[in-house]
């Protein structure tokens, strides 16, 4: 798609807005950035992006305030309308905690935060962002969490794989599993059932520059394009 | 009134918290600790005067924000 429209939502406390900015830019997207207090943004958006870092201090839960922040209404709307929306980090915990991704986000099993690069495979490439991946596909790519401990009862987890919800899982450089954060089944993103809303932990925009360690996330971020 | 909500993570969802207090106590040699949950506490004063009115908003409190419920249980207790 040319000229792609992508809108980045910022929180008090969102820190990874500008390299999302970045990112999709160098995919040669159009961004604007959407202060959380605004109510409505532009409806020609084609991606909405909730970017990482924190919200409002994560007081409380992570993301459990910015949920009700006045953009989120606008925000379920447009999912709601089958507008695409990708959560990444903080974003993908605040959409467990509004509920438009099933599941949440725990702290970490082993209680530390990870600040690393880490590899991750596709599960699931019959949605709109890892299309242009293949099944199997191994990634390099930057996680920086806390709370990042996917958790999921077995009989919604079980959902999950049979509509092919599952997007990613955290591997090693060759492919077998290893899970850095106690995630069920070492889940890093998902997507909801009508596969237009996204989320992972680990942060793609932060993975553009093959000097700065990867630009795997270039490969994936690219999938939002189309054809 | 003043409400006294627990909030602690459903049994069967790991509690890492819970655990590492427990390897802690462990190495402080209080051997008699089966198990170990570690949760939150929040308290809230009302202006209602009303128990039944009192406990259902605050259940709606905890369903809404207080409590992720796909995670956490709550426990509600009213003083008055």
New interface residues.
């Given amino acids: 798609m040319k000229d792609m429209k992508v809108g980045i939502v910022q929180f008090p406390g969102t820190n990874c807005d500008y390299d999302t900015q970045y990112a999709f830019e160098k995919l040669g997207c159009k961004t604007k950035l959407i202060w959380h207090k605004d109510e409505i943004f532009d409806k020609n958006t084609d991606l909405l992006v909730i970017a990482g870092g924190f919200s409002y201090g994560d007081y409380?839960?992570s993301g459990?305030i910015a949920r009700?922040s006045p953009i989120m209404s606008a925000v379920n709307k447009y999912a709601e309308n089958g507008g695409k929306v990708l959560g990444i980090c903080n974003g993908f915990q605040v959409l467990?905690?509004s509920r438009l991704l099933?599941?949440?986000l725990?702290?970490?099993?082993?209680?530390h935060f990870l600040s690393k690069h880490h590899h991750l495979k596709v599960v699931s490439n019959s949605n709109d962002f890892l299309s242009k991946m293949r099944r199997d596909e191994i990634v390099n790519i930057p996680i920086a969490h806390h709370d990042g401990?996917f958790?999921?009862d077995d009989e919604s987890l079980k959902k999950l794989y049979e509509n092919e919800q599952v997007l990613l899982q955290y591997c090693d450089e060759n492919g077998d599993i290893s899970n850095p954060n106690?995630s069920v089944d070492s889940i890093a993103g998902i997507c909801n059932k009508q596969k237009n809303v996204f989320g992972l932990m680990p942060h793609p925009e932060r993975a553009m520059e093959e000097v700065l360690g990867s630009d795997d996330g270039y490969r994936m971020l690219e999938g939002f394009l189309g054809k | 009134m003043k409400a006294i909500v627990n909030i602690s993570?459903k049994a069967g969802?790991?509690d890492?918290?819970g655990k590492?207090v427990h390897h802690a106590l462990d190495s402080l040699k209080f051997d008699g600790v089966d198990d170990v949950r570690v949760g939150k506490q929040i308290v809230l004063k009302l202006s209602e005067t009303d128990e039944a009115k009192a406990r259902e908003e605050v259940e709606q409190m905890c369903e809404s924000?207080?409590a992720?419920t796909?995670?956490e249980d709550y426990d509600i207790e009213l003083i008055s």
């Fill in positions: 409380l839960r459990a009700f467990t905690e099933p599941g949440a725990k702290r970490n099993e082993h209680l401990n958790y999921i106690g | 993570l969802v790991l890492s918290q590492a924000l207080l992720n796909v995670i």
